[in-house]
């Protein structure tokens, strides 16, 4: 079910009608589990027995791992249960990737025979839920938190439904206890009702707002311009080819963050607080930075499950980088079975280790006051982005020479101009919807929480800003729901 | 600092030099041009005198010559001016939406191609559905049937269905307006580009009539030079077909059934108004490669077995297919598109040869 449908729209508003209606906070909560299980169950049909597995799988092992004292033993269980959770999302993501690199492999080698693929459908949020269960059994193998009481509260945890699909990536202990806080009643052990107040309605509702209009008006009418570029980006110019890189950085943006503000959302209305998942990346001033304002809970995620027990940066400096590239490999692998994916991750591996080493090695220029500087700093930003979008255009082109010949394109510009105003003039539209995000975003550098301070309005003038929103949305739909993109990991 | 000059230098070169070789002004005519003449067309009053073919349909029929089929036609005394009004990404249900201009210019022909991607669902999540077996009861097809059943509002207006439609033309709309009121001397853009074709093009101007001449390489309108990007005149070896291929991993059940499929009944729907105005319809099914053939699941090609042979009866039509002739032919300049190439003929020889077929039968 995409959240710009029709279908999520009427969902989305039937539950929370009986979500209101519902009195006893348990029966709240497993109305919310069963309405969570439709949603997937929609789009997914009896795959929803994956996540069904998982959740058991993981709320199991989560209990005899707290229960168990032999430390060895603990570890054990962790790996029995993580092998689990990976082997599920192995299987199913990646396998007919692997068959399609072992026949590849064969055809160079001349072999006649090749392995059919097995084409397995891909369950949709498996990469999430997947994270979101190793985050529980790691937080209590752990120590930092005890296993879930109820079912169904962890249950509620894997499949809550505005995050399943594409994020952002909850951590356990952020979230369960948000399930059990509010007690009404200590001693009778009664929950209050989860109340829909009106504060939490204005601002989701702001939110999802956001969402929808960062989604539908500018992601999807900047994608026929990325199209264009890179449908066939061979025989383009430079600035074609730029211009389509910095396209496509403002299409995924608006795509990945819109949709991640109409979950924000939907979660506010429903009482629950799930963490941001951007924070405005493109004024980054280094790759680092990057990652702490780009897809912030996968990025934290691969810090405290992955680079820090690689060793993160405490052992020697070369170990640092390799982590670094490692966690970044296995970020872009995780995005999806495709080569262009594992590129892409590796470039942001090596800017990573890169920045770290020129930051080692020259100190001086590191900490120079010139960098303080607002020029300093919109230098810092330019050249990040530069390295940025590069990287975008691996993530966006998968054939492999058509990904060569544009990033080429990218870095050694052939100063051509004619194809490129010819383009800029066949696609005006694109262009226009291109630098209003442009403007709106370079607006926003010094805003902080506006979804927030609008949301704060007499209700007269954010009905008047909603109202408008919801126009220029409508205004420029093409009728067509366009698929967001993170849905397709 | 002397390094720093050379270096300045050497730089300055470089960009002089890739400046330099831009290249030169000619008088082929580009994307936009393109879109110009055939609004011009379209728009313009209808020559009851000339007889018409249009040729519909993917990019896989924007490689057919309109010359070639032209002149080939005039050798066996059929004087038909034909137009190829192919659009990358047509599907049934887009060709819909602009049918009815089409039909008001009177075509005596239209011969429309399709294939397999014309049937199948495109976006990523209805692939991933359509790799989804509903082994247990589907709530979004019960979703459908019951908005169908009651004709939810929402989707009886025309403005909804594709809103952006409307509002880019009503700021065309009003920018004309405000254009003639505050700027009546000056031509506008379309009159100056209009102006710089018909300079460009033969000396007669841009007519409808004009005799066209053998020379030419690939001319989508008559009178009308195409530019012809590179890389669709390359003919790919077995070997870099093959690496496409390896590329592309094999898939079904992208195609819906028959009575649940879009574009199947835009398609009939598109059969039905050409009928009803006795427009003669060819239908072909473009060629595709051996490896491109090789991608599809047997579901796949079983549906679109049945969607093929349902039309064919239901309409009494002879679909042509040149999958047969064409899949192990080395014309191709990727997995399902014919190169558009001088010493690739045949594909226009044999729809020249239909098309012959279909008129004197």
């Known amino acids: ?177 948000q399930l059990r806080e509010k007690i009404e009643n200590v001693e009778s052990g009664r929950f209050r009702q989860i109340l829909v107040n009106s504060y939490n309605l204005k601002l989701g509702i702001t939110l999802m707002a956001f969402g929808f209009f960062k989604k539908m008006f500018l992601a999807d009418n900047i994608a026929p311009l990325v199209n264009e570029v890179f449908y066939q980006p061979m025989g383009h110019d430079s600035f074609t080819i730029v211009l389509g890189a910095i396209a496509f950085g403002a299409q995924i943006y608006c795509d990945f963050s819109g949709y991640t503000d109409i979950a924000l959302g939907a979660a506010t209305i429903l009482g629950f ?132 010949y544009s990033m080429q394109k990218y870095i050694i510009w052939d100063f051509q101009t004619k194809e490129t105003i010819q383009f800029v003039s066949d696609h005006g539209t694109g262009i226009i919807f291109l630098l209003i995000f442009v403007i709106l975003y370079l607006l926003s550098y010094r805003k902080e929480n506006l979804q927030e301070k609008i949301s704060s309005f007499n209700l007269k003038y954010w009905f008047i800003i909603l109202t408008s929103i919801a126009i220029l949305i409508l205004s420029f739909f093409n009728g067509k729901p366009e698929d967001f993109i993170y849905f397709k990991f | 600092m002397s390094l720093s000059i050379a270096f300045a230098l050497v730089f300055s070169l470089y960009v002089l030099d890739q400046y330099m070789t831009t290249n030169s002004i000619d008088s082929f005519v580009d994307t936009k041009g393109k879109i110009v003449l055939t609004k011009n067309f379209l728009s313009s009053p209808n020559n009851a005198d000339e007889k018409l073919i249009f040729i519909i349909g993917s990019s896989q029929v924007q490689s057919l010559n309109t010359t070639f089929i032209h002149n080939y036609l005039l050798e066996h005394s059929l004087n038909y001016t034909v137009y190829n009004f192919g659009q990358p990404a047509d599907t049934p249900t887009e060709r819909l939406k602009s049918i009815d201009t089409l039909i008001a210019k009177k075509p005596d022909v239209v011969v429309y191609g399709f294939s397999y991607r014309d049937f199948m669902s495109s976006s990523p999540s209805e692939l991933q559905n359509a790799k989804i077996v509903k082994y247990l009861p589907d709530p979004s097809s019960a979703f459908k049937k019951i908005s169908v059943t009651l004709n939810i509002p929402i989707t009886a207006f025309d403005f909804l269905e594709n809103p952006a439609k409307v509002t880019f033309d009503a700021i065309k709309f009003f920018s004309s307006i405000s254009k003639r009121i505050f700027l009546p001397t000056s031509k506008s853009a379309t009159n100056e580009t209009n102006l710089w074709l018909l300079n460009q093009l033969n000396p007669g101007g841009y007519g409808v009539g004009k005799s066209v001449t053998n020379d030419t390489t690939f001319w989508p309108f008559p009178n009308a030079n195409y530019r012809i990007p590179q890389r669709d005149t390359i003919i790919l070896t077995d070997d870099e077909l093959k690496n496409y ?96 190439n001088d010493n690739v003929t045949i594909y226009n020889k044999d729809m020249s040869n239909h098309i012959i077929q279909e008129l004197e039968s």
């Open chain 1, 1 to 177: 079910m995409l959240f710009n449908t029709i279908d999520f729209v009427i969902f989305f508003i039937t539950v929370t009608t009986l979500f209101v209606m519902i009195k006893n906070r348990k029966f709240q909560h497993i109305f919310l589990l069963a309405a969570s299980y439709f949603f997937f169950y929609y789009s997914s049909n009896y795959l929803i027995t994956l996540l069904i597995f998982t959740t058991i799988w993981d709320f199991y092992f989560g209990n005899i791992i707290w229960k168990t004292t032999d430390l060895r033993k603990k570890k054990l269980l962790l790996i029995c249960s993580l092998t689990g959770n990976l082997s599920l999302l192995g299987f199913f993501k990646y396998t007919d990737f692997a068959i399609t690199q072992f026949n590849l492999l064969g055809h160079y080698f001349d072999l006649q025979s090749s392995i059919p693929l097995l084409n397995l459908a891909l369950p949709i949020g498996i990469s999430f839920y997947t994270f979101h269960s190793i985050t529980y059994t790691v937080s209590i193998y752990r120590g930092q938190m005890p296993p879930a009481k109820s079912f169904v509260d962890y249950a509620i945890f894997v499949a809550f439904f505005p995050q399943l699909v594409a994020g952002p990536i909850l951590r356990a202990k952020e979230f369960l206890p």
């Open chain 1, 273 to 404: 607080k799930i963490p941001i998942n951007f924070n405005k990346p493109y004024f980054a001033i280094s790759p680092s930075d990057f990652w702490r304002r780009w897809h912030i809970s996968l990025s934290s995620w691969l810090r405290d499950y992955l680079y820090i027990p690689l060793g993160g940066n405490q052992k020697s400096k070369t170990r640092t980088y390799l982590n670094l590239f490692i966690v970044m490999f296995l970020g872009g692998l995780w995005h999806g079975a495709s080569w262009n994916f594992v590129i892409w991750g590796m470039l942001h591996g090596l800017y990573l280790a890169c920045h770290k080493f020129m930051v080692h090695r020259f100190p001086k220029i590191a900490n120079s006051p010139f960098f303080k500087t607002k020029i300093g700093i919109v230098f810092s930003i330019l050249v990040t982005q530069y390295f940025v979008f590069l990287a975008w255009i691996a993530f966006r082109v998968k054939d492999t020479s058509s990904m060569v």
């Open chain 2, 245 to 340: 291929y390896n590329r592309n991993a094999v898939a079904d059940n992208r195609i819906n059934s028959f009575d649940n499929n879009d574009n199947v009944a835009a398609l009939e729907e598109i059969i039905s108004k050409l009928q009803s105005h006795h427009i003669k319809l060819i239908l072909f099914i473009t060629p595709e490669s051996r490896y491109f053939l090789n991608t599809l699941g047997d579901s796949d090609k079983k549906e679109f077995n049945l969607i093929i042979q349902n039309i064919s009866s239901q309409y009494e039509l002879e679909i042509y297919s040149l999958n047969d002739k064409y899949a192990d032919l080395r014309v191709w300049k990727d997995l399902d598109h014919v190169a558009i």
